[in-house]
T-cell receptor
Framework: AQKITQTQPGMFVQEKEAVTLDCTYD???????LFWYKQPSSGEMIFLIY??????QNATEGRYSLNFQKARKSANLVISASQLGDSAMYFC??????????????FGSGTRLLVRP | GAVVSQHPSWVICKSGTSVKIECRSL??????MFWYRQFPKQSLMLMAT?????????EQGVEKDKFLINHASLTLSTLTVTSAHPEDSSFYIC?????????????FGPGTRLTVL
């Protein structure tokens, strides 16, 4: 069963507007972490934001915020005031619990964001 | 932030040859290393997890005799694609596990683009 689901293969947003990228996850582990990464055309993976399952507040990092709805198992990324440089692939990822064999990042299929001038 | 290097950044080889990819964590020590593969327009798929000094654990469907992983030191891991074939052409990304800001953090190398003719 797929553990991380990103249902938007591609998104457009107008420059300076906000955009929400969807991510839902599935786990039975009470302890987990959710991550968002940006991958520009160069291929490098750029860490954006992290949300722990026990965190009480939604994570924010500059123009990035994570809309964490635990009951719905969703962790949507919100990018405010989009910039042309935000055009890239965005991946949601999850890591489950303890430092054992499951302690690894599993990625969703990604969303390609294109910012229009 | 942590610095991770991969060498080579790209390689073209003939079918049947072996290719070694090096991954170095330049300013931190990584006891655990993850290796991912990414086909064009797809997500990152975990290939294997290795701990320093131990044998790697491979994900289902990944041939351990084809993708040899060596994690001999805390700053160096290598992935060798043996007897490469065109279907092995992909973007290979290493991801050492570090620790930052109170959370275990997977950093990512810049990737190696392998093309097998």
């Amino acid at each position: 069963a797929q553990k991380i689901t990103q249902t938007q293969p591609g998104m457009f947003v107008q420059e300076k507007e906000a955009v929400t990228l969807d991510c839902t996850y599935d786990t039975s582990d009470p302890s987990y972490g959710l991550f968002w990464y940006k991958q520009p055309s160069s291929g490098e993976m750029i860490f954006l934001i992290y949300q722990g399952s026990y965190d009480q507040q939604n994570a924010t990092e500059g123009r990035y915020s994570l809309n964490f709805q635990k009951a719905r198992k969703s962790a949507n990324l919100v990018i405010s005031a989009s910039q042309l440089g935000d055009s890239a692939m965005y991946f949601c990822a999850m890591r489950e619990g303890r430092r054992d064999s499951s302690y690894k990042l599993i990625f969703g299929s990604g969303t390609r964001l294109l910012v229009r001038p | 932030g942590a610095v991770v290097s991969q060498h080579p950044s790209w390689v073209i080889c003939k079918s049947g040859t072996s290719v070694k990819i090096e991954c170095r964590s330049l300013d931190f020590q990584a006891t655990t290393m993850f290796w991912y593969r990414q086909f064009p327009k797809q997500s990152l798929m975990l290939m294997a997890t290795s701990n320093e000094g131990s044998k790697a654990t491979y994900e289902q469907g990944v041939e351990k005799d084809k993708f040899l992983i060596n994690h001999a030191s805390l700053t160096l891991s290598t992935l060798t694609v043996t007897s490469a074939h065109p279907e092995d052409s992909s973007f290979y990304i290493c991801s050492p596990l570090g620790y930052e800001g109170g959370i275990d953090t997977q950093y990512f190398g810049p990737g190696t683009r392998l093309t097998v003719l």
